[in-house]
């Protein structure tokens, strides 16, 4: 059978989404992605396509040490009506955070219970230029598919990656022979993450005032830090928009007279994929320069500093705390109270004793990104467990609820999966959120206690069945 062309299928509008609190359970997802493995099983589990599959990621920027991302066989498969279910979880949240930043901005007393260095907590109240607080988000969420049921695992606010891995994978996905036959079946749509996002960039442009024509938009982040293959991808879409985007190193920033430079020429819109604790652990020129405009507020900048304090792993604690219950509706306070697995800041003086059973436990590091320095308790020995919580006390760092994700039969999708029965793989769903619609999903699969890049996690796709 020939395969799917990626780029033929439509895109699903988020705009044609409507919010919905209550889906039928279970979810259309647990059906769609059990016929897609039988697909993948009557094929002796499609062996051909793995190659093709790896071949394809080759020579796309979607690279992980320079071959192709680990990527799961099987891609995450919503209906219609699942997608409006993701999109009230995303948009509630969504407007939870909105209402949280603009809080910490205007109240030195509610900014105390984020606990934050006072240097960023002086960035995180630099002007916003445009009336969104975070035009750019990702809210990871484990999903338990066949009750509904679900809890958050963490909030993104800055570069919120796996674009490029989400969009790549996908069309990975449906260049399989098991992805044709499934095609073949059903009505399919993909996102196009790329373009709402950078819509969303430039609709801050225009909102902060922006007027050139042509506007000059560059992602700031550090040369070792930013990954330049979906730089350049978005390169490509924000042309198509009328925009150039390219990158600059933090350390290339000057600011003279009103006007950003790096080194290849002033700046007209800034994207801030720069993690905010990476740029106080490597001081710079560039970086003063970078702090100095945006508190003179003359250039914008797409998720501005303001957007830190939902991104840190201390706002799960915060959102359990009584200094949001006349910020919030008493929906959203039941709301957090159901989904937001409970958290608690350590130091020195804390009684780490009711910790002890690891099982029920994860230790997260305040500032951490990218999973970096995140231990699950069942991923340690007793003593192990011990001296994490010793660390994350000495550093103020955060343990939580551990919340045991939903697990779905997969298989990994490169050469390594040949052969390799069905297994099953623990999911978590990171939802989109691009000037506070819900716009795309980002799934990793994985059989560790931490669903990690440096724990082998497998990237999926992602398919929307519109058979209405």
Same mark, same amino acid.
């Given at each position: 059978m020939e395969a799917i062309e990626p780029t033929a299928l @439509?895109? *699903?509008? @988020?705009?044609s989404i409507t919010a919905c609190a209550h889906p039928a359970a279970p979810l259309d997802s647990v059906a769609l992605e059990e016929e897609y493995v039988q697909i993948a099983r009557d094929l002796d589990g499609d062996a051909p396509s793995h190659e093709a599959g790896d071949a +394809?990621? /080759?020579?796309t920027n979607a690279l992980y040490h320079g071959g192709p =991302? %680990?990527?799961?066989f099987v891609p995450k498969i919503f209906s219609r009506r699942d997608l409006g279910y993701l999109a009230w979880i995303a !948009?509630?949240?969504?407007? =939870?955070? !909105?209402?949280?930043? /603009?809080r910490f901005v205007e109240d030195a007393a509610f900014r105390a219970h984020f606990g934050l260095d006072p240097r960023i907590e002086a960035i995180a109240c630099m002007p916003n230029a445009f009336p969104v607080q975070i035009p750019i988000a990702r809210v990871d969420i484990f999903l338990d598919e066949r009750t509904g049921a679900f809890k958050f695992c !963490?909030?993104?606010t800055d570069g919120s990656s796996g674009m490029l891995s989400s969009t790549e994978v996908t069309r990975a996905n449906l260049l399989t022979e098991t992805g044709a036959r499934f095609a073949e079946r059903h009505a399919l749509e993909v996102f196009d993450i +790329?373009? &709402? *996002?950078? !819509? &969303?960039?430039?609709? *801050? +442009?225009r909102d902060a005032g922006g007027t050139s024509v042509s506007p000059q938009v560059v992602a700031v982040d550090y040369a070792e830090s930013i990954v330049r293959e979906e730089i350049e991808e978005y390169g490509r879409v924000f042309a198509e928009h009328g925009a150039s985007l390219r990158f600059a190193d933090i350390r290339d920033l000057r600011y003279e007279d009103g006007v950003l430079y790096d080194a290849q020429g002033p700046i007209d819109c800034v994207w801030r994929r720069v993690v905010i604790s990476e740029m106080l652990e490597k001081p710079c020129a560039g970086a003063d320069a970078f702090m100095a405009c945006a508190e003179a507020g003359t250039v914008p900048i797409v998720g501005g500093f303001r957007?830190? @304090? *939902?991104? =840190?792993k201390t706002v799960f604690a915060v959102l359990h705390s009584p200094a949001v219950r006349d910020i919030l509706t008493p929906e959203e306070l039941d709301f957090i109270q159901a989904h937001v697995p409970a958290t608690y800041l350590v130091d020195e003086e804390t009684d780490l004793t009711r910790f002890s059973d690891r099982e029920a436990w994860i230790a997260k590091p305040r500032d951490g990104y990218n999973s970096i320095g995140v231990r699950a308790g069942r991923d340690c020995t007793d003593e192990e467990w011990r001296q994490v919580l010793a660390e994350m006390a000495a550093t103020h760092g955060?343990? %939580?609820e551990y919340v045991t994700p939903y697990a779905s039969p997969n298989v990994e999708g490169g050469v390594a999966g040949i052969g390799r029965p069905f297994e099953p793989y623990m999911n978590m769903e990171g939802l989109f959120l691009f000037d506070g619609r819900f716009s795309g999903v980002f799934t990793r699969c994985g059989q560790a206690a931490v669903i990690g890049e440096f724990a082998g996690r497998l990237n999926m796709g992602c398919l929307v069945v519109d058979d209405a």
């Open positions: @439509p895109v *699903c509008d @988020p705009s +394809y990621l /080759a020579g =991302i %680990q990527w799961s !948009e509630t949240m969504g407007g =939870i955070m !909105e209402k949280v930043t /603009a !963490e909030l993104n +790329y373009r &709402a *996002c950078a !819509e &969303a960039v430039l609709a *801050c +442009y957007t830190w @304090p *939902c991104a =840190i955060t343990v %939580q």
